[in-house]
Every structure is written in C-alpha cells, then in structure tokens.
C-alpha cells in the first residue's frame, strides 16, 4: 500500500501518532519518532500482535501470499 489515505490504521489521521511506522501498511506516520533497530525478538512480538510491519523500524514482517 502506498498511500495512507486507503490505509484503515487511524495513526495516519493523527498529528502525533504514538509509532513511527504504520503496522498495516508501513509508511511512516510520525517522523519525530527515530528508526529503531530491532531484534528477531522484538519482530516475532510485533508478528504475534498480528502487525503486519513493525511499528519500530518499518520491516515487513506478515508476508502475504505464496512464499
């Protein structure tokens, strides 16, 4: 996705939006939040929270469709 007008997350609506990144689609949605750098740890919590990006760094993290 790459507008975050079709995006359904409500941080996109926010002026000061708890996360950098949006966890449905992945553009940023607070840039006075820095780039973290995250841990396999870290990415398997954000999975289990069913994010399909990390809120931290931005990585995808739910692939969709075959491998």
Partial sequence: ???GSKC???N???TDAP???CPTC???VNENIPTAKCSAET???RRRER???CVDCGEQLIRQGPP
């Fill in 43 to 45: 990415h398997a919590v």
């Fill in 12 to 14: 996109h609506r926010r």
């Fill in 19 to 21: 996360v950098r990144f």
């Fill in 51 to 53: 994010n399909g990006y």
């Fill in 8 to 10: 359904p997350n409500l």
């Fill in 26 to 28: 992945g553009e940023v």
């Fill in 1 to 3: 996705m790459t507008s």
